[in-house]
């Protein structure tokens, strides 16, 4: 728990200090982001963006992450074939950038986005080895560091909302524990669970919603217009 409240006061110191550039800069606008697809899998992920010049935003990223499965539902997946009730709590702080090719590109087709990710992970489970019984607890935590590249292109809404549509590949120093199949900010691992992939690589789609906190000047005067 210390750590996700590190995390997330970092995150709103740099929110503090993007926001007072902003007012210091006529071509630039604020945005929030939030991946709805990762509440399916037990992962808050937020991601606020800054435009310092047409075409590139800057990007900072924050996100925490709680799931657990029953046991019924682990014996039906063959990775779990020895563990029984995997819990897996997390965090991970972002940043980097977005960029598209600006000109006469309304819905920002494509745009390529990469990221620095770190993450801490606190996982437990009930380990059975060879099947056999009784389990005993394992208890695995840590830091991690990887990077991430999204590849997508973004549908308008409505005139302060969006919706980004993509691709995550990610890559973070191979682990060892079974639940490293999911990084949050990174995605899931395609190697070991009988997906074509590299060691230490991940994956997984984007859909986000992107609300416009504040507009650039000059692009309030071209609305009005």
Do not use: C
Not at 54 to 81: D, H, K
Not at 86 to 113: C, K, M
């Amino acid at each position: 728990m210390t750590a996700l409240l590190r995390n997330l006061g970092v995150l709103l110191v740099l929110l503090l200090l993007m926001g007072r550039y902003h007012t210091t800069s006529a071509q630039s606008h604020l945005e929030l982001g939030w991946n709805v697809g990762s509440l399916f899998i037990g992962t808050l992920d937020l991601k606020s963006e800054l435009g310092v010049s047409p075409g590139i935003n800057l990007r900072l990223g924050m996100g925490l992450r709680a799931q657990s499965y029953p046991i019924e539902q682990v014996a039906q997946n063959r990775i779990f074939a020895f563990y029984r009730q995997p819990r897996n709590l997390g965090s991970f702080i972002s940043v980097g950038f977005r960029a598209w090719n600006p000109t006469d590109n309304p819905y920002q087709y494509p745009y390529l986005a990469l990221d620095v990710v770190g993450i801490h992970y606190r996982e437990t489970l009930l380990v059975r080895p060879n099947g056999q019984t009784p389990a005993h607890p394992s208890n695995i935590r840590g830091w991690t560091a990887g990077i991430s590249a999204t590849l997508g292109f973004v549908l308008r809404l409505a005139r302060k909302w969006h919706m980004d549509a993509g691709i995550q590949l990610g890559y973070a120093p191979p682990r060892e524990e079974l639940l490293s199949y999911y990084h949050p900010g990174i995605g899931f691992s395609t190697f070991g669970s009988g997906i074509i992939g590299i060691k230490g690589g991940h994956i997984q789609p984007i859909l986000a919603l992107r609300y416009t906190l504040q507009t650039a000047h000059t692009q309030r005067i071209r609305e009005m217009e």
